[in-house]
C-alpha cells in the first residue's frame, strides 16, 4: 500500500498497513448501521412533516394514522444493506419510491 507525505507518494510500513486494514474493515461492518441511519433520517422527517396531525385540537384521519405507523414499521425486518438501500431508492425528482404513500 501507498501514501503521500508531502505530496510524495511512498510505502506505508507493515504497522501502517495493519492499522488501515483495521480501519477499513471496521468501516465496512458499520455499513449496515450506517444505512439505516439514513433510513430512519429519511423516516424521522416525514414523520415530523405530520406532527401536527396529532395535535389535540386536530383531528387525524385514519388514512394518516396508518401512513404514520406505516413510517415507525419502516425499518422492521431489515437485515442487510441491499434491503435497506431499495427503501431509499428515490427517483428522478427525489422522491422516495419504496416508501408508504402520504395520503
Excluded at 30 to 49: G, H, I, M, S, V
Excluded at 62 to 87: C, F, H, P, S
Aim: no cysteine; aromatic share 8%.
Amino acid at each position: 500500500m501507498k501514501k503521500y507525505v508531502n505530496g510524495i507518494l511512498t510505502d506505508m510500513t507493515a504497522e501502517e498497513i495493519s492499522v488501515r486494514q483495521a480501519e477499513e474493515q471496521e468501516w465496512n461492518n458499520n455499513a449496515f448501521n450506517r444505512t439505516l441511519e439514513n433510513l430512519r433520517f429519511e423516516r424521522n422527517q416525514l414523520l415530523a412533516d405530520t406532527d401536527f396531525y396529532a395535535n389535540s385540537d386536530v383531528t387525524m384521519s385514519d388514512a394518516m394514522k396508518i401512513y404514520r405507523q406505516q413510517l415507525r414499521d419502516i425499518t422492521n425486518g431489515l437485515t442487510t444493506v441491499e434491503q435497506i438501500n431499495t427503501k431509499l431508492e428515490k427517483d428522478n425528482d427525489g422522491n422516495l419510491l419504496n416508501f408508504p404513500t402520504k395520503p
